[in-house]
C-alpha cells in the first residue's frame, strides 16, 4: 500500500514536472523546486522500500523460525511428564521449565503429574500397573524398567549433551539431572564460631565434636529424618563406604557368586558404625520426616545435618539469615569418600511413548530444552545440584555449594551410593528397604547386630532366586 501511494505522488510529481516544462525561463526557480521535491520524493521511496525489504526479511525470518519450532512435530501433541515433587526447589524448578517450553512450542503441551513425593517409586509402579505410565518422567529404578523394556534408548545428541551417562549394554536410557548428590554435614556456622569449634579434619574429631555439642545440652549434634526410610541410606551409605567398599568394591558381586555374604565381618562394622554416630541424633528421630529437618537445625534444635546439597536453598528460604557451614565426614582410615560423579538416574522416554514419531519427537525435543544452560541453570540452582552436562550453565551458587563442589574435585573415592549401581553389583530388587528396616531394628534395640546380619543374609538368599546378574537370573 505503501508503495503503491508513493507511485501516485512520484506520477503527480512527473506530470507537473511535464507541465512547467512548457513555459519560458522565467520559470527556472519553479522548475528548480520542483526537481528538488522529486529528488525527495525518490530518496523517501528508495528509503521505504529499503524498510520494506527489511521488514520482509524480518518477517521471512519469524516465520522460518515459526517453521522450525512448529516442524518439530507434525500435528498438535501432548506429553505427561512426573517427576519426585517431595522436594519444594524440585517442584518449582520444573514447574517452571514447563511453563517455559510451553510457551515456546505452542504446538506441544507438557502436562505434569505430581509425583507424590518419597514414595515416588510406587507411584510410578502403581502409574505403570493401571496403564498410565508417563511419556516422559524422571527415572529412578531405572534398571529393573529398562529390563521391563519401558524405556527408550535415547539419542545420541541427546547422550553428547553430557560429560558421563550410564549405559545398559552400549545404551543409554536417562539423562542424568546433575552430578550424584553429595552428602556432608550441613552445621549451624554461628553455632560453631559462638563455641569455638572448627570442622573436624578426621573421623576422630568429628565424633568428638558431636560429643561437645552433646555435652551442652542446649540442642542435638545430628538431626536425622529416619520416619522416611530413604533418608536412611544418607548415613548408611556413609557407613558400609567406610567398611565395605574400601576394603572391597565388588562386595555385592562376590555376594552374587556366593564367596561371601552379609554375615561378614565388614558389614558388622557397618552397623558399629552406626551405632556409634546415631547416639547424637535427636530424641524421636525414627518418628521425623525428612521435610521436618530443616525446621530443626534453623531453630536450634540441632546443630548439623547429615544430607544432600539440595537441603542447601530449603534451609536458605527457612531462614535467609541463616549461616550455614559445610564439611565432608572423613572416613576412619583417614580417606574422604564421597557421592557424587553420574548416576543410573535422570530423565527418560517411555518405549510406549517413542512409538509415535510426535511423541518421541516432542520427549526428545523437551530433554533438550531441559538442559540448555538458562533452563538448567534453574534446576541446578534451586536444587544446588553439580551440572552434569559439557555446556556447563553460569551458577549464582552459595559459598558452601562451592565447598562441595571443591570437595568432589579433590576426594579420595567419587561414585554413586551402593543402591545406585548396576551390573554385577547392582541390588535386587526391594533389598535396600529392607536393610534400612533391619538397620532402624539394631539402632532402637530390637535387634543385635549378629542376628540382623543373619536375618540380611536369609533375605539376600532368597532374594537371588530371583535376581542374580552372575548367573542371569532375573535379567531380560
Not at 170 to 194: C, M, R
Not at 382 to 390: E, F, G, M, R
Not at 455 to 461: C, I, S, V, Y
Request: glycine share 8%; charged share 25%; hydrophobic share 40%.
Amino acid at each position: 500500500m505503501k508503495k503503491k501511494l508513493l507511485a501516485v505522488l512520484l506520477s503527480g510529481a512527473m506530470a507537473a514536472a511535464a507541465l512547467t516544462g512548457c513555459g519560458g525561463t522565467d520559470k527556472a526557480p519553479a522548475d528548480n523546486a520542483a526537481n528538488t521535491q522529486e529528488d525527495a520524493a525518490a530518496e523517501d521511496a528508495d528509503a521505504a522500500d529499503a524498510q520494506d525489504e527489511a521488514a520482509d526479511a524480518e518477517a521471512s525470518e519469524d516465520t522460518a523460525g515459526a517453521a522450525d519450532t512448529a516442524s518439530v512435530v507434525s500435528a498438535p501433541t501432548e506429553l505427561t511428564y512426573i517427576f519426585a515433587d517431595g522436594d519444594e526447589g524440585a517442584k518449582a524448578s520444573m514447574n517452571e521449565i514447563v511453563n517455559k517450553f510451553n510457551e515456546e512450542y505452542p504446538d506441544i503441551t507438557v502436562t505434569i503429574e505430581p509425583g507424590n513425593g518419597g514414595a515416588y517409586s510406587e507411584f510410578i509402579k502403581t502409574k505403570d500397573s493401571v496403564g498410565e505410565f508417563p511419556d516422559v518422567m524422571e527415572m529412578r529404578d531405572t534398571a529393573m524398567y529398562v529390563r521391563a523394556g519401558k524405556l527408550e534408548t535415547l539419542s545420541d545428541d541427546i547422550v553428547s549433551l553430557f560429560r558421563t551417562t550410564t549405559a545398559f549394554d552400549g545404551k543409554v536410557y536417562t539423562a542424568p539431572l546433575g552430578g550424584e548428590n553429595t552428602n556432608g554435614i550441613i552445621y549451624n556456622k554461628t553455632y560453631f564460631d559462638e563455641n569455638g569449634w572448627s570442622e573436624p579434619a578426621t573421623y576422630d574429631e568429628f565424633i568428638e565434636l558431636c560429643q561437645k555439642i552433646a555435652d551442652k545440652g542446649d540442642m542435638a549434634p545430628l538431626v536425622v529424618g529416619g520416619q522416611d526410610i530413604w533418608h536412611m541410606g544418607f548415613w548408611f551409605h556413609k557407613a558400609y563406604n567406610d567398611q565395605v567398599l574400601s576394603k572391597d568394591p565388588d562386595f555385592i558381586k562376590h555376594c552374587y557368586d556366593g564367596s561371601k555374604d552379609f554375615t561378614d565381618e565388614t558389614i558388622k562394622a557397618t552397623f558399629e558404625e552406626m551405632q556409634t554416630i546415631m547416639q547424637y541424633a535427636q530424641d524421636g528421630w525414627v518418628s521425623t520426616p525428612d521435610a521436618q529437618i530443616t525446621t530443626f537445625l534453623v531453630n536450634d534444635m540441632a546443630a548439623m545435618m547429615y544430607s544432600g546439597t539440595h537441603m542447601f536453598s530449603q534451609i536458605a528460604q527457612a531462614d535467609p539469615e541463616f549461616e550455614m557451614g559445610w564439611f565432608a565426614v572423613p572416613s576412619p582410615d583417614g580417606k574422604t569418600r564421597l557421592v557424587g560423579g553420574g548416576g543410573i538416574g535422570g530423565l527418560a522416554i517411555s518405549a510406549e511413548a517413542a512409538k509415535d514419531p510426535d511423541k518421541k519427537a516432542a520427549a526428545e525435543e523437551f530433554i533438550k530444552f531441559f538442559y540448555q544452560p538458562d533452563n538448567y541453570k534453574i534446576y541446578c540452582e534451586k536444587l544446588s545440584a553439580i551440572p552434569s552436562t559439557v555446556e556447563t550453565p553460569s551458577l549464582e551458587v552459595m559459598d558452601v555449594f562451592q565447598e562441595v563442589i571443591d570437595a568432589n574435585a579433590t576426594a579420595d573415592d567419587l561414585a554413586p551410593m551402593w543402591n545406585g549401581r548396576v551390573g554385577e553389583n547392582e541390588l535386587p530388587p526391594d533389598f535396600r528397604n529392607f536393610t534400612y528396616k533391619t538397620l532402624i531394628e539394631v539402632l532402637q534395640g530390637t535387634r543385635d547386630i549378629d542376628s540382623a546380619c543373619e536375618e540380611l543374609n536369609k533375605t539376600w538368599q532368597v532374594s537371588m532366586q530371583s535376581f542374580n546378574p552372575i548367573t542371569g537370573v532375573g535379567i531380560e
